[in-house]
């Protein structure tokens, strides 16, 4: 089957031959034609599938006949990270090349005046983060009644990222008559749920997952007999530096290793930047061009801002960190090894990750995943007995600063408070770990993207989730409140103690 038996206009099909695409893809046959005729469509598919240009072409189509009215946009692409979104407007710009389509993208890290500028044009696509697209519609700047199409991308992730009401609350804004395409690459309850209440009668069209563990991926292990993250760092530097890595996406499970193992890397000579959702959107926008253009050799990514990313196979994926969820794991190793390239995956496991590599091997219906021998680069490296001091500073004397009790020191804290800064309600009260569980321990996927919030909330230090964290259990912190001192304590100064005169 080619595109032109799906239906589409002479003008798209000239589009995508200049993208270079011969045929369609599965999700694409499917999705396409009652995408067309203006049927709801639910497609189970993740990334890599093609799903993308399954929901832009027909939307392209649709949208071609009409006209765009000041603050009512037409269309809206609903998607969880920045980074997504405008992945997203970069395929309605490829794909629609040969129309007159305006467009928006509201993400965070972008001016509000530019974006509240071009609402007020009117435009035919309107690309958004849930939080971003809120505030706007909030600020009175935004009417959702003229959607005819709207499309949900990663569902599951937002899910996952605590987004699912922000959706509901945009569903309702949007009149009963529009055409929904909603993609999840799972549908857990919630999802269904949403489905069955906004969805009318959709076609449902499932794509089978990529090979969850693709024969082309060679998996090892190395087993870290230290949790100190600087013999960690010594193990990356040693797999990193082998000859046959040609590129490599490395990551972590919080947003303060990312910088710290990012910092190290390049404190070490390597070609390394990292990529997460505290960065400028600048600066994210410009790691993922220089690594997608063959400049820079290394990734370090957590799961959120990675998610979803179309960046081109890598020859190897590090996990510095066991994932979590074990789905992380199979969604990591997916960089690497597509298209029947060979690709390795490596994964560094301390003993304090044995719940979670049990749960990957599950996952992925292994009994083992083979391990490297490194007895002699440990014996030739031991663990030091310091503790890891210096934090944040990116340097191999540095690392997160821990009390030999393994709390966490301040300046780790208030790390930990900015990358969580803007989880959502939901995201901190199903994810976040007791303050005295190691830092390895909390969920990536309380990371949630900065764009996703007001900006209100987005002043560092300053969100709800570094005062449920100081609230916590921190032993020190409790010590600290138990010996707090109220007001002037004992010590009445004597001029408190003068009569005063009438
Ligand atoms: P997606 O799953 O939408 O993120 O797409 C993954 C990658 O597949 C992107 O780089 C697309 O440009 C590419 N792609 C989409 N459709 C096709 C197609 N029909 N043929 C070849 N590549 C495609």
Redesign the pocket.
């Known amino acids: 089957m080619s ?1 032109a038996d799906l239906g589409l206009s002479p003008k798209l099909l000239e589009a ?1 031959a200049a ?7 599965p ?2 046959k499917e999705a396409i034609p009652p995408a067309l005729k203006g049927q709801d469509v639910l497609g189970i ?10 929901f832009t072409l027909p939307m392209i189509e649709r949208l071609s006949k009409g006209r765009a009215r000041a603050r009512m946009p037409r269309s809206l692409v609903l998607a969880p990270t920045r980074e997504l979104a405008a ?1 997203v407007a970069e ?1 309605f710009e ?1 794909y629609g090349a040969n129309h007159k389509l305006s467009m928006a993208l509201l993400i965070g890290g972008v001016s509000f005046g530019d974006q509240d500028a071009k609402l007020t044009r009117g435009v035919d696509v309107l690309i958004a983060t849930p939080g971003r697209l809120l505030d706007h519609f909030e600020r009175g700047r935004l009417l959702l009644t003229g959607i005819e199409v709207m499309v949900v991308d990663e569902a599951d992730r937002m899910l996952d990222m605590g987004f699912i009401p922000d959706i509901e609350k945009i569903f309702k804004l949007t009149p009963m008559t529009r055409q929904t395409l909603f993609f999840s690459a799972t549908m857990p309850p919630e999802i269904q749920r949403i489905t069955d209440q906004f969805l009318h009668q959709p076609v449902r069209v499932e794509v089978s997952r990529p090979a969850t563990t693709a024969d082309t991926i060679k998996q090892n292990i190395v087993r870290v007999p230290s949790k100190d993250d600087r013999q960690k760092r010594a193990v990356l530097r040693e797999l990193i530096g082998k000859d046959d890595v040609k590129n490599g996406i490395i990551f972590c499970n919080r947003k303060s290793t990312v910088d710290v193992v990012a910092k190290s890397l390049q404190k070490h000579g390597f070609n390394a930047r990292p990529i997460h959702g505290d960065l400028a959107q600048s600066f994210r926008t410009e790691t993922l061009d220089k690594f997608r253009s063959d400049d820079l050799q290394f990734l370090v990514a957590s799961d959120v801002a990675a998610r ?1 990313l ?1 960046i081109p196979a890598v020859s190897h994926v590090f996990n510095f960190d066991v994932p979590i969820h074990s789905d992380d794991y199979v969604h990591r190793i997916g960089r690497t090894g597509r298209a029947g390239r060979k690709g390795a995956a490596l994964m560094l496991v301390t003993p304090a990750d044995g719940k979670h590599l049990d749960s990957i091997l599950k996952t992925i219906g292994a009994k083992e995943i083979e391990e490297l021998d490194f007895s002699e680069f440990f014996e030739a490296n031991p663990a030091s007995e310091r503790p890891d001091r210096k934090g944040g500073r990116g340097d191999d004397k540095g690392g997160k600063r821990r009390s030999r009790r393994g709390e966490r020191s301040s300046s780790e804290r208030s790390s930990g408070e900015r990358s969580g800064r803007n989880e959502t309600k939901d995201a901190k009260e199903t994810k976040e770990p007791a303050n005295d569980q190691p830092a390895a321990e909390k969920p990536v996927d309380a990371e949630v993207d900065n764009d996703n919030a007001a900006p209100a909330n987005k002043q560092p230090d300053e969100g709800r989730s570094s005062k449920r964290r100081r609230g916590g259990g921190d032993a020190r912190s409790s010590r600290r409140r138990e010996e707090a001192v109220v007001g002037l304590g004992d010590h009445v100064p004597a001029f408190l103690t003068r009569k005063v005169a009438r």
């Open positions: 595109f995508i993208a270079g695409y011969e045929n369609p893809t999700i694409q598919a993740q990334t890599g599938t093609g799903k993308t240009a399954s992945q395929n490829k979803g179309d």
